[in-house]
């Protein structure tokens, strides 16, 4: 464990929350934003925007491509990988551009394969999605305080988790991984991430014996192997999704590897500080 040299005894409290802190207005910021311009905190992708796809494989290059869809509303840049294939997004367009569009790729790449999804089936999947995440993140928060039964402990849980989504969302926005149904099941399974090491933290710390640092070590110790071990294998996975060109599979491991490394953030500086303040506290008391 010698490549990690951040001791959580170290630091007071308010070290620890402060970096976390600033990190989170920012991308509250940032996604507030998104909400007023585009009415989602992250730029919608075809599922959610509606729009038509088109995956196909040619020797053709990128600009080549471009050229030859310039008649067309194409998203670019393309999503290409290291082989001949290229999935091509395209705006929604009226029905007679549509049919245009499709006698025009099955004339040229007949082995092309085209998904339409309409705008308003994509803003319906938009509702049901965000209501998803919503109802998933109030059951869990309703669950770690029965669980806990704690004010301070559950809600530097809850903030955690919170944290971790809104970060990560934020993220995804500057780095331009559109919210669709894959990367929304992203940010699902992180709740759950983000709830595993929290409450390993928490259940280590005030449920067992001993020194506070040596909780705080224990803890530390067990939570990096388990989230190091977890991100080495969402790595393989989008490392195998970007050399098969499989782009929703690449979303959904791009997202997770950013919400786990949020995640270690918050778990360790957000939870861990509050945490150690609450015990401080009480056991100043």
């Known amino acids: 464990m010698g490549f990690f040299t951040y001791d959580v005894n170290r630091y007071t409290p308010k070290q620890m929350v402060?970096?976390?802190?600033?990190?989170?207005?920012?991308?509250?910021?940032?996604?507030?934003?998104?909400?007023?311009?585009?009415?989602?905190?992250?730029?919608?992708?075809?599922d959610f925007a509606g729009g038509t796809a088109v995956t196909l494989h040619t020797t053709d290059t990128e600009e080549t491509l471009i050229s030859t869809f310039a008649a067309y509303p194409l998203i670019t840049p393309l999503q290409g990988g290291q082989s001949t294939g290229y999935y091509l997004k395209f705006e929604p367009m009226s029905d007679d551009d549509l049919q245009s569009l499709i006698a025009f790729v099955n004339e040229r790449y007949p082995d092309a394969k085209i998904d339409q999804i309409g705008e308003t089936f994509g803003k319906t999947l938009q509702q049901?999605?965000?209501?998803?995440?919503?109802?998933?993140?109030?059951?869990?928060?309703?669950?770690?305080?029965?669980?806990?039964?704690?004010?301070?402990?559950?809600?530097?849980?809850?903030?955690?988790?919170?944290?971790?989504?809104?970060?990560?969302a934020a993220v995804m926005d500057l780095v331009g991984i559109p919210l669709s149904l894959g990367t929304t099941a992203a940010l699902l399974m992180l709740i759950g991430y983000s709830v595993d090491s929290d409450i390993l933290l928490t259940t280590?710390?005030?449920?067992?014996?001993?020194?506070?640092e040596e909780r705080f070590a224990g803890a530390y110790r067990t939570g990096i192997i388990m989230t190091t071990t977890t991100l080495a294998a969402i790595a393989a996975m989008w490392a195998v999704s970007f050399l098969g060109q499989i782009p929703v599979i690449m979303e959904i491991s791009s997202v997770l590897l950013i919400g786990l490394a949020v995640d270690l953030m918050n778990t360790w500086m957000t939870n861990a500080g509050l945490l150690k303040w609450h015990v401080q506290r009480s056991e100043a008391r």
């Open 18 to 46: 402060v970096i976390p802190a600033i990190i989170l207005m920012v991308a509250l910021a940032l996604l507030t934003y998104n909400i007023a311009t585009i009415g989602l905190p992250v730029e919608p992708g075809l």
């Open 128 to 168: 049901q999605a965000l209501l998803a995440l919503a109802i998933s993140f109030i059951g869990m928060s309703i669950v770690v305080f029965v669980a806990f039964r704690a004010v301070v402990p559950s809600f530097a849980v809850v903030l955690s988790a919170f944290a971790d989504i809104a970060v990560t």
């Open 204 to 212: 280590r710390v005030l449920k067992r014996k001993g020194k506070l």
